[in-house]
């Protein structure tokens, strides 16, 4: 593309070096079949604190067919290699919610998530079930480690996005606190793959596709710790591009990017309701589990509010406990180090 103003040409150049080039361009070039990243979105975590109609009233500002990828829990080497790759073969950028003591694990891997011009946002330390239980200043260590973590492994606070998603969803108004005065942007999601529970790859991608076109656009939550997602993924990706789904990264803006303008009605998504094919990880709301139940806040329901809750003490329209999750999560946690001791 030729540009006629050497200004355009130079802010282009500008962005380029900050989020880099393929997170900007659309180009594939070895792939002009790919699916591709259609565009960038930056957006000011400060603006807008709380994204994500599983829980919040605002999700990020996309169009109809736009869709935002997440991963979560890793990096893993047993699985982050080969989502990467899948990724790449795409031209897709997505944004990875890393733990820290994972990133701690795999320097190298959290390192080659980031230099694949993926977003790397945070998802605490060790992953605890617990921020709905937490005071303020326990979420907030938990929080800080979890960043100073992620940080090390990448070689800089600047490589990780002021991006946080709570595990399990599992929030409350003291964790939110946390995060707000942190400055931290709280991403919840729209749409959820399922990806956690025992069922197959085929499964996964079948029900990720149909909430997918249920929702429209939206935030999909999957997790780069599991043989399913893996085997899930390239048809996930087929199913967008044969759909005609466009993919968005997101990057934070900072004093050399200026955010993307945007209006109001665009981080609303009309008549939101949960998927019928049901969330990989039941939404809690601010309050939940915490003695009596506070009044659900700023846009999230009673039936979020209530699934919260039983998602704590039990099963949740046939989803495993909170507890349950949490052996599994361990149990990943193992098989990622016991795989990467017999590589090395």
Not at 86 to 110: D, H, N, R, S
Not at 152 to 172: E, I
Not at 260 to 283: L, V
Request: some cysteine; glycine content about 8%.
């Amino acid at each position: 593309m030729s540009f006629v103003r050497s200004g355009v040409l130079a802010g282009v150049m500008l962005m380029r070096a900050v989020i880099g080039p393929s997170a900007y361009a659309t180009e594939c070039p070895e792939r002009p079949d790919a699916l591709g990243t259609s565009r960038t979105i930056v957006v000011d975590p400060k603006e807008h604190t709380r994204v994500g109609t599983m829980q919040y009233a605002e999700t990020l500002p996309l169009a109809d067919h736009e869709i935002v990828l997440t991963f979560d829990d890793g990096p893993s080497p047993r699985y982050t290699d080969r989502v990467l790759a899948i990724l790449a073969a795409e031209c897709v950028k997505a944004t990875f919610f890393m733990v820290g003591k994972m990133a701690q694990m795999f320097p190298a891997e959290a390192r080659k998530v980031r230099a694949e011009d993926h977003t790397v946002g945070t998802h605490s330390f060790s992953h605890p079930l617990t921020f709905n239980r937490m005071s303020e200043v326990e979420a907030g260590a938990e929080i800080d480690k979890g960043i100073d973590a992620v940080a090390a492994a990448l070689g800089g606070r600047d490589k990780a996005a002021p991006f946080f998603r709570v595990p399990g969803f599992l929030t409350s108004t003291t964790t939110e606190a946390a995060l707000a005065s942190r400055g931290l942007m709280t991403w919840s999601a729209d749409i959820a793959a399922d990806d956690w529970k025992r069922i197959s790859g085929a499964e996964v991608a079948q029900r990720t596709i149909a909430a997918i076109e249920a929702k429209g656009r939206g935030i999909v939550d999957l997790h780069d710790i599991h043989e399913r997602t893996v085997e899930a993924l390239p048809t996930i990706l087929t199913e967008l591009k044969q759909r005609r789904f466009k993919i968005v990264q997101i990057v934070p803006a900072t004093a050399t990017l200026a955010k993307t303008e945007t209006t109001p009605d665009q981080w609303q998504i009309r008549e939101a309701r949960p998927s019928h094919t049901g969330q990989s990880e039941a939404p809690a709301v601010p309050g939940a589990g915490a003695g009596p139940q506070e009044k659900p806040s700023d846009g999230t329901s009673k039936v979020a509010a209530s699934a919260g809750r039983r998602a704590i003490t039990g099963r949740i329209h046939g989803r495993t406990s909170r507890f349950v999750r949490e052996a599994h999560y361990r149990r990943e946690q193992r098989i990622s180090r016991k795989s990467w001791d017999r590589r090395r």
